[in-house]
């Protein structure tokens, strides 16, 4: 069996995200970096060529197998910056509704900028995030 691509790598994290060309969405991953350091209590890591990720938990993937993946992430993809948000947790539609300009799935948020959303609404999400994954990874 392969192992995962998307696992932690040595690789400096200020490094990958000053190769963004467009200042004002590299300026966007710095700050996004800080708010999810900021939320986690993490310091930043690569996860495989393009996500950084902050802490981590273990779960069970697909094949049965334990598999490990960050608490919250970021990848800035061509299209939008990709936000890894998990859960489920109380008032996340309410608070997705204000959270301004955005796209979603059950795990990811999609952004073009962060001037597009209400930053203190963002900064609730990531924190509920955490707080959410945090409280369920540990009842496996």
Known sequence: MAEPKTKPRKVSVDKFLNTIKEPTRRADCFAIS?????????????????????????????????AEWPLIAFSPRKQNLTLYLMGVFDKREDLMNKLGKHSCTKGCLYIKRLDDVHLPTLKKLMRESVKYMKKTKTQD
Do not use: C, D, H, Q
Request: glycine share 16%.
């Open 34 to 66: 800080t708010l999810m350091e900021e939320a986690t209590g993490e310091k930043p890591r690569m996860w495989g060529t393009s996500i950084v990720g902050f802490g981590s938990y273990w779960y069970t993937n697909t094949t049965g197998k334990p």
